[in-house]
């Protein structure tokens, strides 16, 4: 629950012109008409509106007098987000229930925002006396992580070029890839074995493996991880973990209406 001291009127009133703007016709409403369903000025309406329309949350058409605003794009572009997040999440979590107490280590379901991975379910391991910081709703470089390469190995490597150009390639280990050709490079071998290896190169001494969940149109909808301490793993332990990851990334492929890939589930 929300505590009253720390709300912003401000935003209050931008919140209540677009509930008022859900009662506008299709030509939408005026600048005036808005003011009074607000119990504002003009020109406090008028302020509120053009940092709504620069975000996108507004649109508008006509000038003067006759300037009548709507609901902007951007809110179905969110309204989409949070109903495939709800979805995924609901379907994943069962999944990745399943896929923490097969592994015993810690299970993470993230998409993409943007440039960015965000985390938005996580299941513990159990008995596990290591915490690891995968806070829900926070976004995360994506070359860095399983989730987020296993994400990235879905897209065209123009795709990937627009998120480096955005979001750069950040070091973060001395086992970070810093190198886009080098990153086009493991993308491939990602796609290769059907999943993703963080090598400590987010944090040293952790290590991830990630693979990728595809929706009913055969995009990638997000991905699921496992993480765990590095420690002495040998490699065909990852290997195992890999195709473990994988094979629960696909049945929630599965459970979303993926048409398939050319990972098979395993059991």
């Known amino acids: 629950m929300a505590e009253d001291r720390y709300r912003v009127q ?26 009074r369903s607000l119990g504002v000025s003009k020109s406090t309406a008028y302020a509120i509106l053009q940092t709504l329309l620069a975000g996108g949350f507004v649109a508008d058409a ?11 794009m951007a809110l179905a572009r969110l309204g989409d987000v949070v109903v495939s997040q709800i979805a995924l999440r609901d379907i994943a979590m069962p999944v990745i229930r399943d896929l923490t107490a097969e592994t015993g280590l810690t299970s993470r379901l ?3 925002d943007e440039a960015y991975a965000i985390v938005i379910a996580r299941v513990d391991a159990p008995q596990s006396t290591v915490r690891f910081a995968a806070h829900l709703g926070k976004r995360e470089h994506l070359h860095c992580s399983a989730v987020g390469k296993a994400m990235l190995a879905q897209l065209s490597e123009a795709n990937v070029h627009e998120i480096v150009t955005a979001a750069g390639l950040p070091w973060k280990t001395p086992h970070t890839i810093t190198e886009e050709s080098a990153l086009h490079t493991e993308l491939r071998a990602v796609n290769r074995r059907g999943y993703a290896i963080d090598d400590e190169e987010d944090a040293e001494g952790v290590f991830c493996v990630g693979s990728a969940i595809l929706d009913r149109t055969g995009r990638c909808a997000g991905a699921v991880s496992v993480t765990g301490l590095k420690l002495d793993l040998p490699a065909w332990r990852v290997d195992q973990i890999g195709g473990t990851v994988r094979g629960h990334a696909a049945r929630i492929s ?9 990972r098979e589930a395993i059991a």
């Open 62 to 72: 006509g000038t003067g007098m006759a300037r009548r605003y709507r609901l902007g």
């Open 110 to 112: 993230a998409v993409l």
């Open 254 to 262: 599965e459970l979303l209406g993926s048409p398939g890939d050319s």
């Open 10 to 35: 401000s935003v209050e009133r931008a919140f209540a012109l677009l509930e008022a703007l859900t009662e506008a016709s299709p030509e939408g409403m005026t600048l005036s008409t808005l003011a």
